[in-house]
């Protein structure tokens, strides 16, 4: 565990706080622009808005996955040969814990909360746009949504864990980019 300042321990509650200030941070930017996007606009773009939800929510739950996967010995390597995007994938690795519980817990979560919260509005304009008022629609996208996100994520964990080093590293050399 990492000593702070005359060698006391971190609080136990400091992790559990910024995770909990960054939820609701991203939870508020997510939804207000998910709301912004989607009012007034069609069933074809709320279908696109919540295509992109649960895109990211499996995206950044590959990457997760796969931070805590990956063997750090080919970072190393790419570091030694100055290849962009190493020193950002061993840094990831070196925080796999605090990756992890960003990338499937906060932005994870989120994303799968705002997704439904964008298959309800398509449920409003389906029901809207049919002149119908019947439970079967609701039905049918809540479990649409839900059959999407638990089957991407499944099938995103199987991708992370077999391609874990490649995950990690394209991760890093995203990071790369708003640090070189």
């Known amino acids: 565990m990492k000593k702070t300042q005359k060698g006391k321990s971190p609080s136990p509650y400091r992790w559990a706080i910024t995770v909990f200030l960054m939820a609701v941070a991203l939870s508020a930017v997510l939804s207000l622009a998910s ?15 919540l295509a992109l939800f649960i895109g990211l929510g499996i995206l950044f739950d590959i990457i997760g996955v796969a931070v805590t996967a990956a063997d750090p010995k080919p970072f190393h390597a790419m570091a030694a040969h100055k290849e962009k995007g190493a020193k950002e994938s061993l840094m990831l690795l070196r925080n796999a814990g605090r990756v992890s519980s960003v990338c499937n817990d ?11 919260a964008t298959g309800a509005v398509i449920v409003t304009q389906l029901q809207r746009a049919l002149n119908l008022r019947t439970m079967l629609i609701s039905v049918a996208v809540t ?3 839900s059959g999407l996100t638990i089957g991407g994520k499944a099938l995103g964990k199987t991708v992370a864990l077999k391609k874990s080093t490649r ?4 991760a890093g050399r995203f990071l790369h980019l708003f640090h070189g």
């Not at 906060?106 to 439904?116: F, H, K, R």
């Not at 995950?167 to 394209?170: A, I, K, P, R």
Request: aromatic share 6%; glycine share 16%.
């Open 167 to 170: 995950v990690v590293y394209w």
């Open 143 to 145: 479990a649409l949504v």
């Open 35 to 49: 709301e912004s996007m989607l009012e007034g606009a069609g069933v074809a773009a709320a279908l696109l808005m």
């Open 106 to 116: 906060v932005v994870g979560d989120i994303c799968g909360i705002v997704s439904g």
